[in-house]
């Protein structure tokens, strides 16, 4: 019986690329409480973005841009059919940096999280 190949950790500028974007980083903290998430209606913050971004050009950066990137990372599986998602394979990877953010969201930057 063949075994799926467990993929490498990711690497640092895997990790940084991806966490990039604010959108990215909240929505990746958001897994740490509610697993799975509904990707039109993901509990984070609806401050994600610039006050002038829109929500259909969210929606579309959202789907062509910020799950896919996520999804090819590993971090996330996506349903494209019943627009879900839940953490992925290397979301343990990713975990304890999301946390260090998440417990020290009041000491950081507010455009950090």
Not at 34 to 56: C, G, K, R, W, Y
Not at 82 to 104: A, C
């Amino acid at each position: 019986m063949a075994t799926e190949e467990e993929s490498p950790p990711p690497s640092m500028d895997t990790v940084l690329n991806v966490l990039e974007k604010r959108y990215r980083r909240r929505l990746l903290v958001a897994l740490l409480e509610h697993n799975p998430q509904v990707a039109d209606n993901p509990q984070i913050s609806s401050d994600t973005e610039s006050a002038t971004e829109n929500l259909e050009t969210l929606t579309i950066h959202t789907w062509h841009k910020h799950l896919p990137k996520l999804e090819e990372s590993e971090f996330i599986e996506w349903d494209r059919d019943t627009n879900s998602i839940q953490k992925g394979p290397q979301f343990d990877e990713i975990q304890p940096l999301l946390e260090l953010l998440q417990n020290h969201a009041d000491e950081l930057p507010d455009d950090w999280l």
